[in-house]
């Protein structure tokens, strides 16, 4: 008796060191959120599109440098050519929903199609109609991120480095708490002191395209520094530039935009792999805030015009997610990933709202060891 309630209470022990929560359903210890502004179902599923790389419809300047860079004539080549940590490791060992041509479908359910809108539904579960404008208001209602942050276990472990200067406002910083750092605001943590000052004297340096987006590169270095310095349980990650650099009508440096969030993911995904020997206790999602439109001119911008800047895209791997690949035949709304990060961490965030959407279907599905 004394041995096996020993035995009970060691493994409660160990239970609550590894901070399983919600009686252990999942895996999954830390979720990496990240999103990347803008980003089309059309170059996420097909890569680079031969009728933009180019002079008029693209602002290529040097399109036969792009076409090297991006083209192939093999749908599947030029994709993974454009996103080859999504095509090479997410697309094998997790999941993407989104693909009309696979008959899976993913819209956001707001009718904005633009930044705020989006995020608010991506964050806090529901369209809100209320949230109508991008302006810096603070948003009325809690993201699962500031949910999550009044939790058991969370307080202190949530946190959002984003590219936008909008975010403190979406994330309401002021009454969630929640650590944010946005725009560009100087980098705080780092490990080490001489790169903080460097990484920040290059930020106000610079020339800066646009006075409140900063470039992902900054916003990528504070979030694996505060990644591995604050040990974050739930870090969300918004990327910007390819939003960005579509509206200023340069195909070429939203192509190579999107190359390096690609990049960032593979590099965020490795540096949170455990050491030999531990269990993998991460799950990455990656999505995005909304489509855009089509053709010579309607690629450049998106919103309600602008048709088909419903559609987006999401992309998960991580323990708890069955490795099924592309989707096929389905539906799912952007207003899903909310209650998905929360059930993906052993919470339930739909159970706060009757209008928060319940979490994505087929994604968690625990993997017994
Ligand atoms: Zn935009």
Not at 54 to 75: H, L, M, T
Not at 194 to 214: F, M
């Amino acid at each position: 008796m004394g041995t096996r309630f020993g035995a009970g209470f060691a493994l409660l022990c160990w239970l609550a060191a590894a901070g399983v929560s919600g009686g252990g359903q999942t895996h999954t210890h830390t979720v990496l959120l990240v999103t990347i502004d803008g980003l089309r179902w059309q170059e996420v599923f097909h890569g680079a599109e031969q009728g933009l790389i180019d002079r008029d419809a693209g602002g290529v300047p040097e399109p036969a440098r792009i076409r090297e860079q991006f083209w192939s004539e093999s749908d599947r080549e030029r994709r993974r050519q454009l996103m080859p940590f999504l095509w090479d490791v997410i697309a094998i060992e997790g999941q993407i929903l989104g693909d009309p041509d696979q008959d899976f479908h993913v819209r956001c359910s707001n009718k904005r199609y633009f930044s705020y809108p989006g995020y608010h539904e991506l964050l806090c579960g529901f369209a809100d109609p209320a949230i109508d404008s991008n302006q810096k208001r603070n948003n009325p209602n809690p993201t699962v991120l500031e949910w999550l942050h009044r939790r058991p276990g969370f307080p202190g472990r949530v946190a959002a480095f984003a590219s936008w200067d909008v975010f403190p406002f979406i994330l309401n910083r002021g009454r969630s708490g929640i650590y944010v750092n946005a725009g560009w605001q100087p980098l705080e943590f780092f490990r080490n002191p001489t790169e903080k000052i460097q990484w920040n004297k290059l930020a106000a340096e610079i020339p800066r395209y646009w006075s409140g987006v900063r470039y992902d590169a900054f916003t990528l270095k504070g979030a694996s520094e505060y990644w591995h310095l604050r040990k974050p349980r739930l870090l969300y990650v918004a990327l910007g530039e390819p939003d960005d650099w579509a509206h200023a009508g340069r195909y070429d440096l939203y192509l190579q935009a999107t190359q390096r969030c690609d990049r960032y993911l593979r590099q965020l995904w490795e540096s949170v792999q455990p050491k030999t020997g531990q269990t993998a206790r991460t799950t990455l999602i990656v999505t995005t805030d909304h489509g855009r439109g089509d053709g010579r001119e309607g690629w450049k911008s998106h919103g309600a015009q602008f048709p088909g800047s419903d559609r987006i895209w999401i992309a998960i791997l991580g323990p708890d997610t069955p490795a099924t690949g592309v989707r096929r035949q389905g539906t799912a709304t952007q207003a899903q990933v909310a209650a998905t990060v929360a059930a993906l961490l052993g919470e339930d965030f739909s159970a706060t709202d009757p209008r928060v959407a319940p979490p994505l279907p087929g994604v968690l599905k625990t993997k017994r060891p």
